[in-house]
């Protein structure tokens, strides 16, 4: 073993040795053939004869051992530097070609691999699932709900055979009151098995034990993360500390770590199902409110878990018909995960794919880069074979070339993808992925970078190398060793490779059009008012209902109603404020939907959205009155049981009929406390229709209602305004607080930055992703066409020196070159158009208010496509124009 | 005529070389000169094949160098045979001999 790194290093005794013991051959050679008679002379030839070549016997022996290959591995890695130095614009090209591919594919897959493959801290998180339930009778992708009344959520728990655990909770808002003010959180009540159900620890303190909950035992509620850190600086001393909480003093018990988020609430509070427990008792009957999360036992299929459960339920409802359960429905179980994150995830394949496009033309690009300079290297290469050097010699020489490429590749490629990596955190939405996901380069992203890494090399260095060896090589050598005319030895590969480049972009350059059209579709519905200008701050008076089953003194509709609408006229005094409203939701997201009577109607399942608001809305958001009359301030005053309605109510439920004066019951009024049981709303005004149920879908038919008819304590209210609506926002929770200090405003902002955040940011974010693909495919193709097109006439230097020396016009050569650049290009947009149009229905979910198959972005992208190739064989046709006839003929 | 001395069949050569460096130390000369005498001049060694044989066979640990003084006092490479290329030597010749039997089996049989 020490015999072959001693002949490393002493090399030149190595040489001296091998060389004294050939030399003794020779001379005992000589010897014997002067004992048997020749003369010296005649022995010396003879001797040498039969040797054969003195250095060719002396590489077959350094080559038979082992030191041989690291120094030809050595000699291979110095040669591959010189070289590529030589030829830097290459190498610099080659080098970001690679590394923009594999850094967006690094990015695009840690993105994927953290979100989809790996978001949760949580124990055996692939098994937990939800549970919904399809009305049979809606589309099938419309999920009639997914929360459960306690007597169904026991009888899931007890009677079921699929799950090894299930925990039950809901949301509810918590009104904390310190010295200063109110403040709301978003609070939950879970089953006391929850966090042990997700297996994260408590950062401080302790999780729920079973008794908590129970009637009797002392109030305790627990806090996540964010919670502390923001209202409470994370000072650890609060713990065990008592705090008023929708009016009953409880005690902190645990503080979740940061990288937890189960239930989606701020702070919880222990669910104990038992008889006459607190979170167990509503002001109505059999509310669905129950959000039911399991996990699998081990073995038991999705479709399995589902029939159990459904059996469960169909039981129960045979048992208790009526308003909980659809005519026909079935139950689905899915996992949690998809629950998560849900649509999310088609747009992150559509990513994928992109990159996957990106790094095909970055490879693409790299081996015809290499190809190009094979078929220029082909003369030393023959040279080279021809002074001994053996196929497999050569083949690891070219091969050394592409390992170092694709090594600085790689460690660009690295770079590229951390700093990306962060920018993409940063323009990320937050919203549709799961909040505990931390995203970030982990050991399988990076083995994935490598994997791609080396896989380029293989594909882009071995492929040239084979196609150099291949032929034969001692001809090559008689050749003009730069390729004549026609002898243009892997035109058809190389001219392939640009086709599919130019195919590939266009698949994505035409996708990121159709999103940028479709964006631009989004961000210009016609909302009938200025979101920029429109203000709205959600006030929540009381503690949520669910909790607050004591009345109290407040709970006369119109004394609330009273508290809202002073609100409103001191909003309404404000500087800068133009008119204000009152509302429950606003549009274009929100909105509560409800089935609906028609008074001599028979009963169908019709629906409509509801909002209740005051006489001042309609000037708010700028609605026009069609027919009749908008609610009026009488109206309001005495909640008169009147309504209005949009065209869209017209159109379904009326047709040609006279809507005034019909009369309308709205189901989801009867269910809930503080609202007209069997109430009928006489129609006096119908309204132009506008955005009610996001900015894509078609406008719902909507009923207007005075707000003052109900008791809820939770109303919006809205402004416009002639300044920032953010500038108001301090006067607003001051005059709220005016009013009553009990109140809290929840949110609060602009309309503009509210659809900024909920409606604009996935689309956004997918646009900019695929955009800044699209742009990094457009510039490689770019690249690859000019170095193609270049390496092409400096080929054909001889030929274009012949046909100018002949009498050829400059024009005449820059239109030869051209047109075949344009040969190429416009065979790849073909391909890629083609290819858009088949593949462009995937996208169909991700882009909304545009049709996929829009031609002004086919056309588009064809014409920048034409204008980037044209400009791209500019340069090399026109050095190609510039040869001189005499020169280009001595070229060599 | 030394046109009809026969190269060695390729992958014998290894076989040879290790039996002949068996029976003591000797340099290249000597070997090539050995396996033409005991073939009675009917194998003919190549220098171009002897000597990569010779360092891929010491590459391999089965045969070991020493420079030595020959009888007429010059300085000559001296191989000879390691443990290991003893067991490979014995290795070959079983194999060899299985061949040979297989071959000569198929030759001596009557159509």
Known sequence: MTGWLRRLFHKR???ERLDAELRFHLEQRVKDFIASGLSPAEARRRANLRFGGLEQVKENCREARFEHYIQDLLHDIQYAFRSLY???????????????????????????????????PYRDFQHAVVVDLHDLAAPPHDIARYHYTIPEFLAIRDQNRVFDDIVGNYQLNVLYRDGKGTRRFLGGYVTTNGFSF??????????????DGKPGTPYVFMMNYRLWQTEFQGNPKIMGQTFILNGKPRTLIGIMPQRFNGYGSSLWLPLDLG????????????????????????????????????????????????????????????????????????????????????????????ANLLLARASVREREIAVRASLGASRGRLIRQLLGESVLLAGAACFAGCLLAYFGLKGLVAIIPRGPIPEETVIGLNPAVLLFALGTAVLTTLICGLAPALHAVRRNLSLRMFGSGKGTAGGFHHGNLRSGLVIAEVALSIVLLTGAGLMMRGFFALTHVELGFDPARTLYARVTRAADFYDNAAPSELEVPGKKALFFEQVRKRVQALPGVLTAAISLD??????????ITVSGKPSQQWESMVDLCSETYFQTLGLRLLRGRLLSESDIDSARHVAVVNQAFVRTYFGSEDPLSQKIKFNVF?????????????????????????LVAPVRPEAFLPHSITGFDDRMIMATTAVEPKSLLPSVQREVWAVDSNAAVTHSGSIKDFLAEEAYI??????????????????????????????????????IGLRMALGAQHGSVVAMVLWQGLRLICL???????????????????????????????????????????????????RAARFDPLIALRYE | MEQEKVEVLKGTLDMLILKVVAFGPIHGYAISQRIQQISRDFFQVPEGSLYPGLHRLEDRGWLQAKWQETETGREAKFYTLTRAGRKRLSAEMVNWERLSEAVALILSTAE
Request: proline residues 6%; contains cysteine; neutral net charge.
């Open chain 1, 275 to 366: 008889l006459g427990a607190e979170g167990t008792v509503f002001p109505v009957k059999d509310p669905d409110v129950i959000w039911v999360c399991a996990r699998l036992r081990k073995g038991v299929s999705l479709q399995a878990a589902a029939a159990d459960v459904d059996a469960i339920l169909h039981r129960l409802a045979q048992a208790n018909p009526g308003e909980l359960y659809p005519q026909r429905f079935k139950i689905v179980v899915r996992t949690l995960l998809d629950f998560v994150v849900g649509d999310f995830k088609e747009t992150l394949y559509a990513l994928l794919a992109a990159v996957s496009m990106l790094l095909l033309i970055a490879c693409g690009n790299v």
């Open chain 1, 86 to 120: 030589k030829d830097r614009r290459f190498a610099f090209v080659a080098v970001l070609a690679l590394a923009l591919g594999i850094g967006a594919t690094t990015v695009t897959f840690s993105v994927l691999y953290n979100v989809v493959v790996d978001p949760f």
């Open chain 1, 828 to 878: 790849g947009i073909l391909i890629g158009v083609l290819v858009t149009a088949g593949l462009v229905h995937f996208l169909a979910g991700q882009i909304a208010g545009v049709s996929v198959t829009d031609p002004l972005t086919f056309g588009v992208v064809v014409i920048v496509f034409l204008g980037v190739g044209l400009a791209a064989c500019l340069q090399p046709a026109r």
């Open chain 1, 670 to 694: 009867d269910q809930l406390p503080e609202t007209p049981h069997g109430a009928y709303f006489e129609v006096v005004g119908v309204i132009t229709d506008f955005k009610n149920r996001g």
């Open chain 1, 762 to 799: 996935q689309p956004r974010f997918s646009l900019i992703t695929i955009s800044a693909f699209a742009g990094m495919g457009l510039a490689l193709v770019l690249i690859g066409i000019f170095s193609v097109m270049a390496y092409h006439v400096a080929l054909r230097t001889q030929e």
């Open chain 1, 198 to 211: 997700l297996g994260v620890p408590p950062l401080l303190g302790r999780y729920f034990a079973p008794g």
């Open chain 1, 586 to 595: 606003f549009p274009p997201l929100g909105g509560a939907g409800s089935e």
């Open chain 1, 13 to 15: 005794v190595t040489e």
